[in-house]
């Protein structure tokens, strides 16, 4: 069975600061994708990042970074230098990767980590 | 290129009724899936669709049930509506079932 867990509940900072959203995972599969996502308040879930198992290197994109350890099971977000506009409820999820076209490849997804960026 | 739609955008059904909610894909995809979100909890997996053929589901019961049309787009079924059936329901479509999940903004729904 597959479990995310996002044990932050709600996170406030202050424009401007850094912040990081932590996720663990649990998993059978050997092969799996991590993911972020954002929810703003009009409750559609947008795409933000998207990592394989088969690859840690860490990586940058413009203020969003985030750290893939696989020996620990963890996925964590940051965004640097918070912004108002990133005030939003942040999912993490996993998806399993199937070999067989029968497989569905539901995402499984955290509670979720509300994050208010005040001004 | 249009992207996820779903209709309605809100909801009131009593307990007992029976609701449908629509979702049209995004150009070119032939895979869609259903989640439920409760307040304040993560969307959970309904069941997928891929080529109008059931590709999967979760653990939900039989009276949710679901369709997909030749041109992709899909309802959600749910029959006997329970107040815990409140919920935001959110649609994601995508290239085939291993492609990168596109999701609409979702029907809020509200069983009185």
């Given at each position: 069975a597959q479990k995310v867990t996002q044990a932050q509940t709600e996170i406030s900072v202050v424009e401007k600061e850094d912040v990081t959203l932590d996720c663990v995972y649990e998993t059978r599969d050997t092969t799996y994708y991590l993911f972020w996502y954002k929810q703003p308040p009009s409750g559609e879930l947008v795409f933000l990042i998207r990592r394989n198992s088969f690859d840690e290197q860490n990586e940058i994109s413009g203020r969003y970074s985030w750290n893939f350890q696989k020996s620990t099971s963890s996925f964590n977000f940051t965004i640097t230098?918070?912004?108002?506009?990133?005030?939003a409820v942040y999912f993490c999820a996993l998806r399993p990767v199937t070999?067989?076209?029968?497989g569905s490849e539901k995402l499984v997804f955290g509670k979720g980590t509300k994050l208010t960026v005040n001004p | 290129e249009t992207g996820v739609t779903q209709s309605p955008t809100h909801l009131i059904k009593t307990r007992g009724q029976q609701v449908t909610l629509r979702c049209s894909s995004q150009s070119g995809h032939n895979t869609v899936s259903w989640y439920q979100q409760a307040l304040g909890q993560g969307p959970q997996f309904i069941f997928q669709y891929y080529r109008e053929e059931e590709n999967g589901r979760g653990n939900?019961?039989?009276?949710?049930s679901g369709l997909q049309f030749p041109n992709y787009s899909s309802e959600l079924n749910v029959n006997?509506?329970?107040?815990?059936?409140?919920a935001l329901y959110l649609c994601a479509s995508s290239l085939s079932f291993r492609r990168k999940q596109f999701f609409g903004p979702g029907t809020r729904l509200t069983v009185l």
């Open positions: 230098a918070s912004q108002v506009v990133d005030s070999l067989t076209q029968g | 939900f019961p039989p009276r949710f006997a509506l329970e107040l815990d059936d409140s």
